[in-house]
């Protein structure tokens, strides 16, 4: 998880690698980017769901402490609910403070052309860390190379959602106390879904998890990342029906057809509620542990009569995982005692 040095031309360089290190055996988040769940292995996934299950234990009045005179920016360039509302209220529930830009397109000097990266050097005098959201691919490395202080990818495009990713691990975790020698379910869209190739490359980090993709034809993943993934040793096994899926899953994870990637519409409109997260299917196929998950939002892909179900967990310790999951993460990049 070590910042990128492309070449080191001064001693300040070297002794920055030097230190670095050293750090990393303490605390491998320290000063760290989140970009991709390629960054992981496994001893900083488990370090990182075990000081979540300390902190979800705290005093909130302790917490306040960690975070004090620390400031976030948060930059969001596509529309978000949950990914940044908890984080905004992770870092102020550690006792940190924010500067946000919703829609900076509008309301920011984006719409006079500013450049992404001289935005991000205008935040980096003012913040401690910076977490962004953009619609295209690869964003958040640019921005990741352009400042020295840390920076966390909250959705690029198609691309990954790796702190939505890291929180529906620890969902997982936390129920089956294992993350290896898992069997799961993707359903929905596996081509465009940034959090369905961010949990995968998770998932494919801890050996034996086979997960099965149902997708309509039109939005498998793409065949570059099927192969990629597939090599790393995940067992990927694409279905196309319902009457396909296996028994026993420990997870479904249900995702939206991402509308806002689809250029032309009426394909959009032929495939969105392809498959249906029912009530009928659920009590026909789920096992009696099976996680009912989906990062949301939801547009029909789940009936709102699954939501009483008590396997289901997308409205309820999902979100609240995600909160979690980024306080941890935010004390151990920021590494606040
Ligand atoms: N899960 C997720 O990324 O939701 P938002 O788009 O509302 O942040």
Known sequence: MLKPIKSITSYSQLYRLIKDI??????????????????FDKTSII???????????????????????????????????????????????????????Q????????????????????????????????????????????????????????????????LDMFTIWEKFKKLNGLKGLMAGDMLNGRTVHSVIRGLSIFPGNTIYLLSPKELRLSREEFKLYSERGIKLIEIESTKDIPPDCNFWYWTRVQKERFSDKRVYERLKLSFIL???????????????????????????AVDADKRAVYLTTEPKNGMYVRMTLFKLILNNK
């Open 22 to 39: 050293f750090r990393n055996f303490s605390n491998p988040f320290e000063g760290k980017d989140v970009i991709s769940l390629d960054q």
């Open 47 to 101: 370090r990182l769901f075990k000081e979540t299950e300390e902190l979800k234990k705290s005093n909130p009045k302790e917490l306040l402490e960690i975070l004090k005179g620390k400031v976030a920016a948060l930059v969001f360039f596509e529309p978000s609910t949950r990914t940044f509302s908890s984080n905004t209220a992770a870092f102020k529930r550690l006792g940190g403070q924010t500067i946000e830009h």
């Open 103 to 166: 829609n900076p397109l509008v309301t920011s000097s984006a719409v006079k052309g500013e450049s992404i990266e001289d935005m991000a050097k205008m935040l980096e005098q003012y913040c401690d860390v910076i977490v962004m959201r953009h619609p295209i691919k690869g964003t958040l490395e640019k921005v990741a190379e352009a400042v020295e202080i840390p920076v966390i990818n909250a959705g690029d495009g198609i691309g990954e959602h790796p702190t939505q990713a890291l």
């Open 278 to 304: 029912t009530k009928k299917l659920v009590n026909g196929k789920a096992g009696k542990n099976t996680l009912l998950m989906h990062p949301l939002p939801r547009v029909g892909e789940i009936e709102t």
